[in-house]
């Protein structure tokens, strides 16, 4: 998918929105997938995202976060930790399914599916520009901020 134009999809945001990614055109798109509201890793991750939200607003960048959990859930840690942010409801996979990130993880020694923390930037014309994998929380934020610079 990467280099090519990401096919259109809605889900169910917070704030009583609906994304849809049509509607997002003319601006970059930061889109990222983490495994579950209000746990460590998520809580810094979406941290440092709002610590940074004002310098992406300045480059014409918008950023969703996306996981599988419910509006509900959603909402409350948005309202907890003041992300500026829209987070979307994947509860059908279907953003999941579309980028790829579901996988198979070991988590207390079973095997569960879940979402692989991974992040996309779609540019201005709703092209995947540049995706990343298996991330790490810790500075995250700035390296995708860095790779907005560039576009």
């Given at each position: 998918m990467l280099n090519h134009v990401?096919?259109?999809f809605q889900l169910?945001?917070?704030s009583g929105k609906t994304f849809q990614l049509a509607n997002q055109l003319g601006q970059h798109l930061i889109l990222y997938f983490y495994p579950k509201d209000s746990t460590p890793g998520c809580t810094?991750?979406?941290?440092?995202?709002?610590?940074?939200?004002?310098d992406f607003k300045n480059l014409n960048a918008e950023i969703f976060g996306i996981s599988r959990d419910s509006l509900k859930s959603h909402e409350n840690f948005k309202a907890k930790f003041t992300?500026?942010?829209e987070l979307l409801a994947?509860?059908?996979e279907l953003a999941c399914t579309l980028f790829g990130v579901i996988k198979m993880k070991n988590m207390y020694g079973k095997q569960v599916r879940g979402i692989e923390r991974s992040s996309f930037i779609i540019d201005k014309n709703g092209v995947l520009v540049k995706e990343w994998r298996g991330?790490?929380?810790?500075?995250?934020a700035a390296e995708v901020l860095a790779f907005i610079k560039t576009l």
């Open positions: 990401v096919p259109d169910p945001a917070t810094t991750q979406g941290i440092q995202f709002r610590d940074t939200y004002d992300f500026p942010f994947d509860t059908e991330v790490k929380v810790d500075g995250h």
